[in-house]
């Protein structure tokens, strides 16, 4: 029964869906493949704004907290932004990721 509440809760089930998205970029990640992230700061957290709200169904949006949100993307920023390692120099300079890896 205790499960069944769970499952109910839409923010739950949208954090579930974020985990499920973050294990499949640590898996593209760990074969050595990045994401681009757009090299302006404003434009990169408008992207990953957008991707959380995007990983949320219609329906589940107006049920979710800016706080839930904002972790949500906060985790795929994170994810995102490690994986910048693996693209291409050239790419990394242009972005001006200036990150120790």
Do not use: C, F, H
């Amino acid at each position: 029964m205790a499960e069944d509440a769970i499952t109910e809760d839409p923010e739950a089930r949208y954090l579930n869906r974020v985990e499920r998205r973050l294990r499949v970029l640590e898996t593209l990640e760990k074969a050595g493949l990045g994401l681009y992230l757009p090299p302006d700061a404003r434009q990169r957290k408008a992207a990953i704004d957008m991707l959380a709200r995007l990983i949320a169904r219609q329906r589940e949006l107006p049920r979710l907290s800016r706080d839930t949100l904002a972790k949500a993307a906060s985790d795929l920023e994170k994810r995102l932004e490690s994986m910048q390692k693996q693209l291409p120099s050239d790419v990394q300079y242009r972005n001006r990721i200036r990150s120790n890896w």
